[in-house]
């Protein structure tokens, strides 16, 4: 079992920015690449950014070169750096924790509410 713990959201306003951080405690060897994503209202959750346990990422083409995941996987935490937000950016974020190999769960956070309004 995995626990995942998300902390950072809040309301920024639009060109601001916010990091939001996600730590995993449990059995961590049970899993792999670490990320995130978003669900706005109405709309399906989609992915934001994902990182493996080496370091290869992956982005959502509408937050490329505004928004950066990093890992330290010493403290099992993923960050989420997001710059010149938009309103569209607007949405629930949930960290996210796929499974390694041999393993078959994927883990979810709570979510964590990230609102750009003037």
């Known amino acids: 079992q995995v626990h995942l713990v998300e902390s950072g959201g809040g309301l920024v306003q639009p060109g601001g920015s916010l990091r939001l951080s996600c730590a995993a405690s449990g059995s961590i060897v049970s899993i792999n690449s670490m990320g995130w994503h978003r669900q706005a209202p109405g709309k399906q959750r989609e992915l934001v950014a994902a990182?493996?346990?080496?370091?290869?990422?992956n982005y959502a083409d509408s937050v490329k070169g505004r928004f950066t995941i990093s890992r330290d996987n010493a403290k099992n935490t993923v960050y989420l750096r997001m710059n010149s937000l938009k309103p569209e950016d607007t949405a629930v974020y949930y960290c996210n924790a796929g499974p390694a190999i041999g393993y078959s769960t994927n883990y979810w956070g709570q979510g964590t509410q990230v609102t750009v309004s003037s």
């Open positions: 990182i493996t346990r080496g370091g290869s990422t």
